[in-house]
């Protein structure tokens, strides 16, 4: 498999908040292998607000990664 494409928050962006330990979630493993990741918009909520999923890579592999969240950037 050459990436994983997974949800980046468990919820959408919201207006204002502090942050919490929650919202790391699904970015946490891909920082804790080494895994390169980016978080790409994936358009809005009913409300208007971001949506976002994250692809992650294999290790060394940042070039693919981020030439793949190009062609899947809206």
Known sequence: MDFLLTPACLEPAPESR?????????????SLTGSPAVAIPAGTDARGLALVVQLIGRPWE???VLAAA????P
Do not use: S, W
């Open 18 to 30: 502090a942050i919490t330990a929650e919202d790391f979630i699904f970015t946490l493993p891909a």
């Open 62 to 64: 940042d070039h693919r």
């Open 70 to 73: 190009k062609l899947l950037e």
